[in-house]
T-cell receptor
Framework: GDSVTQMEGPVTLSEEAFLTINCTYT??????LFWYVQYPGEGLQLLLKATKADDKGSNKGFEATYRKETTSFHLEKGSVQVSDSAVYFC????????????FGQGTTLQVKP | EPEVTQTPSHQVTQMGQEVILRCVPISNHLYFYWYRQILGQKVEFLVSFYNNEISEKSEIFDDQFSVERPDGSNFTLKIRSTKLEDSAMYFCASHISSSGNTIYFGEGSWLTVV
């Protein structure tokens, strides 16, 4: 069945460091791919998405490119801030119209000043 | 910014008791979902609901679980006889069905079964 695998956390970085959180997926067809973020005490928020191969999603300085050849959707940010500390979830859905998401296990990011 | 609200934020219940988790989706949304996350594990899809009926459910969503939209605004998840393994964070979500739409999640209800 469909699945998403994320790199193990926690990831601890200093402010202004470069961030990569790896995400790979297994799915038939052409799923849509998402990154969600959960800040402490809050719900899941959509960070960015890509609905077809080679699309790049971007938001708040974060970006991820849908790579079908490597079945990956790695999250990157050039310079992290303390306020980026959160749990990041990679997810896929069979269609951009569905709310049925398959999530990775989440990666905790801690950014230290 | 529209939001999905969930109550309670945290509930502790005895094993075997019934629990109802409540959600108020965004008012013009048409599709509703429940997900859960057992501590340290993945967020898992439980059920989707559209037009007053379940449209899809996972194998986790057995006869102990039910969902309802009793009054056109609330969307509830009922667990009839809770088990220890039901302890988890339960997330409600909603969206409008249109191309490229965003799914909005609530903050979650943390259920502890003792």
């Amino acid at each position: 069945g469909d699945s998403v695998t994320q790199m193990e956390g926690p990831v601890t970085l200093s402010e202004e460091a470069f961030l990569t959180i790896n995400c790979t997926y297994t799915a038939t067809g052409y799923p849509s791919l998402f990154w969600y973020v959960q800040y402490p005490g809050e719900g899941l928020q959509l960070l960015l998405k890509a609905t077809k191969a080679d699309d790049k999603g971007s938001n708040k300085g974060f970006e991820a490119t849908y790579r079908k050849e490597t079945t990956s959707f790695h999250l990157e940010k050039g310079s992290v801030q303390v306020s980026d500390s959160a749990v990041y979830f990679c997810a896929l859905s069979r269609s951009s119209n569905t709310g049925k998401l398959i999530f990775g296990q989440g990666t905790t990011l801690q950014v230290k000043p | 910014e529209p939001e999905v609200t969930q109550t309670p934020s945290h509930q502790v219940t005895q094993m075997g008791q019934e629990v109802i988790l409540r959600c108020v989706p965004i008012s013009n949304h048409l599709y509703f979902y429940w997900y859960r996350q057992i501590l340290g594990q993945k967020v898992e899809f439980l059920v989707s609901f559209y037009n007053n009926e379940i449209s899809e459910k996972s194998e986790i969503f057995d006869d102990q679980f039910s969902v309802e939209r009793p009054d056109g605004s609330n969307f509830t998840l009922k667990i009839r006889s809770t088990k220890l393994e039901d302890s988890a964070m339960y997330f409600c979500a909603s969206h409008i069905s249109s191309s490229g739409n965003t799914i909005y999640f609530g903050e979650g209800s943390w259920l502890t079964v003792v």
